[in-house]
């Protein structure tokens, strides 16, 4: 199994649909968990983290399934300015604070 | 948002100029990072600077050359880079920078980037 893993996509969904994306990871020591979005050619920026089971900040969901080793993004009422790469983020596990990203999961909102 | 930034924010250059990448943080941070991202490609991490000492280098070749003066600043030095070196040049901070110190809460805020064309 890849360290981090995402479905590249693209997901095109019509405004007001719900989506959701999961992001598999192997380090199953790990105990936090992140989102992040980026637009094109901008940097990436944190979306939301995960500790325990799940977070949730207003339409978004963010779910932490530690038996499977998957972490889940759920997007409800999604609009136009939604539409963006979400990229998920889990800790290496090795002697340095570094992040192992997944590819990136392409999302486009449709009107 | 001004807590990491990159400069330039574009630069072109020929295989056999040399120039720098600067970034700096504004959060307080003790860990630095380089990444490069290619078009359809993740991030691939470059460097991790924590405290300004080097903790990782990710076979990296010798073209590219990191400093870090203090652990709010970061430089990547450029020299007789190649076309496929042409990227999106990311710098990141971290709260810290070694898996002995972290909280598991802390995670990376990165600089805006520089794209990068060597031609």
């Known amino acids: 199994r890849k360290e981090v893993e995402q479905d590249p996509g693209p997901f095109n969904v019509p405004e007001g649909a719900t989506v959701a994306f999961n992001c598999t990871y192997s380090?199953?020591?790990?105990?936090?968990f992140f989102w992040y979005r980026q637009d094109c050619r901008k940097e990436p920026k944190l979306l939301m983290s995960?500790?325990?089971s799940g977070n949730e900040d207003g339409r978004f969901t963010a779910q932490l399934n530690r038996a499977s080793q998957y972490i889940s993004l759920l997007i409800r009422d999604s609009k136009l300015s939604d539409s963006a790469t979400y990229l998920c983020?889990?800790?290496?596990?090795?002697?340095?604070?570094?992040?192992?990203f997944g590819t990136g999961t392409l999302l486009a909102v449709q009107p | 948002e001004t807590g990491v930034t990159q400069t330039p924010r574009h630069l072109v250059m020929g295989m056999t100029n040399k120039k720098s990448l600067k970034c700096e943080q504004h959060?307080?941070?003790?860990?630095m990072y380089w990444y490069k991202q290619s078009a359809k490609k993740p991030l691939e991490l470059m460097f991790v600077?924590?405290?300004?000492?080097?903790?990782e280098n990710n076979s990296v070749p010798s073209r590219f050359s990191p400093e870090c003066p203090n652990s709010s600043h970061l430089f990547l030095h450029l020299h007789t880079l190649q076309p496929e070196d042409s990227a999106l040049y990311l710098c990141?901070?971290?709260?810290?920078?070694?898996?002995?110190?972290?909280?598991?809460?802390?995670?990376?805020?990165f600089g805006p980037g520089t794209r990068l064309t060597v031609l």
């Open positions: 990141a901070s971290s709260q810290d920078g070694l898996a002995l110190t972290w909280d598991v809460t802390d995670t990376q805020y």
């Open positions: 380090n199953s020591a790990s105990q936090s």
């Open positions: 995960v500790y325990s």
């Open positions: 983020a889990v800790p290496s596990g090795g002697a340095t604070n570094k992040l192992i």
């Open positions: 959060l307080g941070h003790n860990a």
């Open positions: 600077y924590s405290l300004e000492e080097r903790v």
